[in-house]
């Protein structure tokens, strides 16, 4: 079955760095797309990035342009999220996402606070 598992969450200070990641299997990680979610303390889940399954090609949230910066290991069925210049603002749990035959599949996610 699909199974996504992130990693990489944590507490850091304003102005610091993340890198999260999100082992996939269960699926052929290679041919799907994927995306990486957040959800803050009573906010919707919101979308902050996305790549196609060759990583040509990348979507990013306008909060997130220019500081974050999504990619992925098709050998390694992982997905990454590169956090820079993070702000207490961009604190929420972290989810990766595929959808694959009309389905969405889900992480449990991994909490990321910015802090001083």
């Known amino acids: 079955q699909v199974q996504l598992v992130e990693s990489g969450g944590g507490l850091v200070q304003p102005g610091g760095s993340l890198r999260l990641s999100c082992a996939a299997s269960?699926?052929?990680?290679?041919?799907?797309?994927m995306s990486w979610y957040r959800q803050a303390p009573g906010k919707e889940r919101e979308l902050v990035a996305a790549?196609?399954?060759?990583?040509?090609?990348?979507n990013y949230a306008d909060s997130v342009k220019g500081r974050f910066t999504i990619s992925r290991d098709n050998a390694k069925n992982t997905l990454y999220l590169q956090m820079n210049s993070l702000k207490p603002e961009d604190t929420a749990v972290y989810y990766c996402?595929?959808?694959?035959?009309?389905?969405?599949?889900w992480g449990q996610g991994t909490q990321v606070t910015v802090s001083s």
């Open positions: 269960g699926f052929t990680f290679s041919n799907y797309a």
């Open positions: 790549i196609t399954s060759t990583g040509r090609t990348t």
């Open positions: 996402k595929v959808r694959r035959n009309y389905n969405d599949y």
